[in-house]
Antibody, heavy 119, light 106 residues
Framework: QLQLQESGPGLLKPSETLSLTCSVSGYSMSRGYFWGWVRQSPGKGLEFIANIHRDGTTHFNPSLKSRVNISLDTSQNQLSLRLTSVTAADTAVYFC????????????WGRGTLVTVSS | DIQMTQPPSTLSASVGDRVTISCRASQNIGKWLAWYQQKPGTAPKLLIYDASSLQSGVPRRFGGSGGGTEFSLTISSLQPDDFATYYCQQYNGSITFGPGTTVDIK
């Protein structure tokens, strides 16, 4: 059974870089699909961040693109996210997702990891 | 940007009720709409895709309809496990979620 598990620091200071990892079990990421990140905050609700395919194709939320780096390590079956210059507005639960169709159909989701940005 | 709205934000219902949740897109998105269910402290779960296709493993009491700018999620007979927040999401080139409708106990 496919499972996704996010990990990363729970607390960051403004201007720091957020780095998250998603470990996937039960499915080899090298077989296909897009893999991505969605976040959820009380202020903005659910928000797509970015996704990536094993062939390197990526899609980004235009509002976050300039600060986001996404990468896939199929040998480790892991997905990574880097978000630079974080502010309080980046405080959210970050979910790792499989994208079934490239353009945004998410199933399943990881449990999510809370990231808080505070000085 | 395509905006999604879901009035009302909260809907009160009883077990056994037929419940309809609405979603509106700010422009025509064809059939490219999904519905997710989220319970407190857990991740969203995909219920419906392409406006009316039931995701594998989802109970048949869930149904989706609509197209263009107006969509609905219907629960034919509300069960205790269905009290949750429901989000619509469009995927017509870009990706946008609605703000959600919470179904609570009347």
């Amino acid at each position: 059974q496919l499972q996704l598990q996010e990990s990363g620091p729970g607390l960051l200071k403004p201007s720091e870089t957020l780095s998250l990892t998603c470990s996937v079990s039960g499915y080899s990421m090298s077989r296909g699909y897009f893999w991505g990140w969605v976040r959820q905050s009380p202020g903005k609700g659910l928000e797509f961040i970015a996704n990536i395919h094993r062939d390197g194709t990526t899609h980004f939320n235009p509002s976050l693109k300039s600060r986001v780096n996404i990468s896939l390590d199929t040998s480790q079956n892991q997905l990574s996210l880097r978000l630079t210059s974080v502010t309080a507005a980046d405080t959210a639960v970050y979910f790792c997702v499989r994208d079934l169709i490239m353009t945004g159909l998410f199933d399943p989701w990881g449990r999510g990891t809370l990231v808080t940005v505070s000085s | 940007d395509i905006q999604m709205t879901q009035p009302p934000s909260t809907l009160s219902a009883s077990v056994g009720d037929r419940v309809t949740i609405s979603c509106r897109a700010s422009q025509n998105i064809g059939k490219w709409l999904a519905w997710y269910q989220q319970k407190p402290g857990t991740a969203p779960k995909l219920l419906i895709y392409d406006a009316s296709s039931l995701q594998s493993g989802v109970p048949r009491r869930f149904g989706g309809s609509g197209g263009g700018t107006e969509f609905s999620l219907t629960i034919s007979s509300l069960q205790p496990d269905d009290f949750a927040t429901y989000y619509c999401q469009q995927y017509n080139g870009s990706i946008t979620f609605g703000p959600g409708t919470t179904v609570d106990i009347k």
